[in-house]
């Protein structure tokens, strides 16, 4: 397309419509950019853009760089006009909030069209001194029809281009691209539908073979001053094409949905301009109004779960692995248990399991036979000496978690305990008592008459140090002091030979006792420490017992959340796996084939959906079908033709995510889904496209169709409003109940547009039917109806 072009957005709706043609033409004279299917570069400094609103904030925020802008002042609260219902009450900066008078009223204050002419006629003028404008120029006025300054002021606009087109030295051609709210039944979709359809009246008075009869003169008393005269006056009309778009509640408020709609834009005045200028006779019609209707659909994959997907793959992977680790932790909890209590329940080494015996015992055992009793009673090497040197030669056979030196003491204690025994039975100590006690009868019998009894104490070391040391120690005494009083040599040295007899004989005893009591404390060391080290190893198997409760809680918790991931991960995949169609059918999901084997990775690598089908995550006759059934529903939405009227002409474009990449997609329509090779090989080379899954947009492609022409009462919105209004017998809000919740006061804004019939009653009902309800500021204004 070579005609320079200036493209006015007006309303926020319309500054996004202008939005997606910067971004179409930028796109295009993008060196980097690939040269699409059938389509010519464009040559972005044939383009001019001007953005109008009231909302100074919609202006900065939708509008792109480059953008020349105008913001518009409220309109004089005093004034008053015959097409208003109620004065004008709005704040600077702010919506008009969908009161559609109220935005002629403001545009055609003094400043404010001098302002909005002045800046077109400028625009104009530098389209008209570019190389190759002799043929004329295009200007496209671009807006939300259900809102209050798109459609409000786009009349009265389209007649500012006429007027300041006498200005310049080139034909000028105009067309209006408007959306319009799909179906709904809240009572907001319902205002902006009422809206629209009046707007539409309006604008279609603007066209050739419209229902107005020219000339037609616009009353302007406010802008006398600008322009000179109180009036424009339209000799012919000035519009040369209307396109409607439908834009649903989805598209209104999601930025990718509405990127997907006002695609169609980009498209249409970059591309579409060879097919406007059609006629009514062209498709076989009778002559009218050269109104174009358009509709968006898309194919997505479902890349809204794919996050999910990801993130409950990922947890039941990692409480795959916990779950791993825990019946390992558990298994080993469970072997450390087992093998405390094959010790802690064995009464003695023999009994426990000759394995055990082998790869644990055979060391501490070992020592324990071969220790030396007596030294380890008497001698400077201690229990406790001999249980360290043992601990080494045990090594790795005792389990990690269980204490080495426990069981070595343990084993060794046990077995030593019982030599103890064996040396403390076979001590001579008690027979060497009773041979003395026989010698020395008497003084052993008159020790035990103090004593007051008859018998030894069955402990020998106290009979030893209780009677018979005493005993034996008081008879040496005796022969002793005998001695002494013998006056013979021979009879006295005698006596003192028997006395040393019973010392040296004491001394033995003596050491004897000293003996058996070493034995005796080493037996209680040893019993000591197998009791502590018995008690260490219980306390351990209660402690390893806890643990072993708790990761079993823990696991089996783990099993119910698995459970509860697993469940969900089902789910999801099989939502992923399953396409879907919302009601209308002009959002496709296409199922996924493998979402199992799906990884970040091959979002992360793959450029295409091609390449997604190539890998077998994507079935490509399935994209196919989705491609040809969206195809065939996409004039539904804004065209329902009549069964037995005449064909209509369509064009299809298809477009990405991305807005730089969208251009003719050929005849889809006459594809079968049989024919997905030739769909994929289109889809393949041409217009895949991925953003990335994680600002949730991901593989996409988007179906637009123009159709060309539509009357009013096709448009599926709009006809049954169309209906009521030139029906006498029929009102208004039939159609639209909920009118009477409306938060605006009228909606005719140029009844010098309309013909006689619809300026009384049908007006003053529309107006009375939606009477005198403000909005809050915060009111939500959808992109279909700025």
């Excluded at 033709?641 to 889809?668: K, Q």
């Excluded at 009357?711 to 159609?735: C, I, K, M, W, Y």
């Amino acid at each position: 397309m070579d005609r320079p072009t200036v493209v006015v957005g007006v309303g926020a709706g319309g500054a996004r419509m202008l939005s997606a043609v910067a971004e179409r033409v930028g796109a295009a004279v993008d060196p980097e950019a690939p040269d699409w299917v059938g389509e010519r570069r464009i040559d972005g400094e044939r383009f001019s853009f001007l953005a109008v609103d009231t909302d100074e904030g919609d202006l900065r925020a939708e509008s792109p760089d480059g953008t020349g802008t105008v913001a518009l002042e409220p309109p004089d609260a005093n004034a008053e006009r015959d097409y208003l219902a109620a004065p004008p009450a709005t704040e600077a900066g702010v919506s008009l909030r969908r009161r559609r008078p109220l935005a002629r009223l403001a545009l055609e204050s003094g400043g404010n069209i001098a302002a909005v002419r002045g800046a077109i006629e400028t625009a104009m003028a530098d389209c008209a001194a570019l190389d190759g404008a002799d043929d004329g120029i295009d200007v496209w006025l671009l807006a939300g029809l259900g809102g209050g300054i798109g459609g409000g002021s786009l009349p009265l606009t389209a007649a500012l281009v006429a007027d300041a087109a006498a200005e310049v030295r080139v034909p000028v051609s105009t067309y209006a691209f408007g959306s319009v709210p799909a179906e709904g039944d809240d009572a907001t979709t319902a205002i902006h539908a009422r809206n629209a359809y009046v707007t539409t009246r309006e604008l279609l008075a603007l066209l050739p073979d419209g229902e107005a009869s020219y000339p037609v003169t616009l009353d302007l008393p406010l802008a006398e001053t600008v322009l000179g005269r109180p009036e424009l006056r339209l000799s012919e009309p000035p519009l040369s094409g209307l396109f409607l778009a439908a834009v649903d509640s989805e598209g209104r408020t999601d930025p990718v949905e509405r990127a997907a709609a006002t695609t169609v834009v980009g498209h249409a005045l970059t591309e579409g301009r060879p097919d406007l200028p059609f006629d009514n006779a062209t498709f076989g019609q009778e002559p009218g109004p050269p109104a174009f209707a358009a509709t968006v659909g898309r194919v997505t994959l479902p890349t809204e779960g794919l996050d999910r997907l990801f993130d409950l793959r990922a947890r039941d992977r990692a409480t795959e692995d916990q779950l791993g680790g825990l019946a390992e932790r558990i298994e080993t909890l469970e072997t450390d248990i087992g093998w405390l209590d094959t010790m802690l329940d064995a009464s003695d080494a023999d009994e426990r399991p000759q394995r055990l015996d082998e790869s644990v015992f055979h060391y501490p055992q070992r020592r324990a036979t071969d220790a030396d009793i007596e030294a380890l009673a008497t001698g400077p090497i201690g229990l406790d000496t001999h249980i360290d040197s043992v601990v080494s030669e045990v090594g790795r056979a005792v389990p990690e978690r269980v204490p080495t030196r426990a069981v070595v003491a343990l084993v060794l204690c046990e077995r030593l305990r019982a030599r103890v025994d064996d040396a403390i039975a076979s001590h001579p100590l008690r027979s060497r008592l009773e041979t003395a006690r026989s010698e020395y009868s008497d003084a052993v019998a008159a020790v035990l008459e103090g004593h007051d009894t008859d018998d030894l104490p069955d402990d020998p070391v106290r009979a030893w140090r209780e009677v018979l040391e005493p005993a034996l120690s008081n008879r040496a005494a005796a022969l002793s002091e005998e001695s002494d009083d013998r006056l013979n040599p021979l009879a006295s040295r005698r006596l003192r030979k028997r006395a040393d007899a019973i010392g040296e004989r004491a001394a033995e005893l003596s050491s004897l006792a000293d003996g058996h009591e070493a034995l005796r404390a080493l037996r209680g060391t040893v019993e000591e420490r197998a009791d502590e080290a018995g008690a260490a190893l219980r306390e351990r198997r209660a402690e390893l017992a806890a643990e072993l409760d708790e990761a079993r809680r823990e696991r089996d918790e783990l099993q119910e959340t698995r459970r509860g991931l697993v469940s969900e991960l089902d789910g999801l995949r099989e939502r992923l796996s399953t396409p879907r169609v919302q009601e209308d059918g002009l959002r496709r999901r296409v199922p996924l084939t493998n979402p199992v084997d799906l990884i970040p990775e091959t979002l992360s690598f793959a450029d295409s959906i091609a390449e997604l089908v190539a890998e077998g995550f994507v079935g490509e006759a399935a994209m196919a079908t989705e491609l040809v059934e969206l195809a065939g529903a996409l004039s539904d939405t804004v065209h329902e033709p009549d069964a037995d009227g005449p064909s209509r002409e369509n064009r299809i474009v298809m477009a990405t995510a991305r807005p730089n990449r969208w251009g003719p997609a050929g005849d889809l329509l006459a594809l079968d889904p049989d024919d997905g090779p030739d769909v994929q090989a289109t889809l393949a080379d041409a217009f895949d496209d991925r953003i990335g899954v994680d600002d949730g947009r991901g593989f996409a492609v988007d179906l637009a169709a123009l159709y060309a022409p539509v009357s009013l009462g096709s448009v599926r919105t709009l006809g049954a409003l169309h209906d009521a209004f030139g029906d006498p017998s029929r009102s208004v809000s039939e159609v639209f109940p909920d009118l009477s919740d409306a938060t605006v006061r009228g909606a005719i804004a140029y009844p010098e547009l309309l013909p006689d019939g619809t300026r009384g009653a049908k007006q003053r009902e529309v107006a009375d039917a939606v009477a005198d309800i403000d909005i809050g500021d915060r009111d939500p204004s959808p992109s279909g109806g700025d």
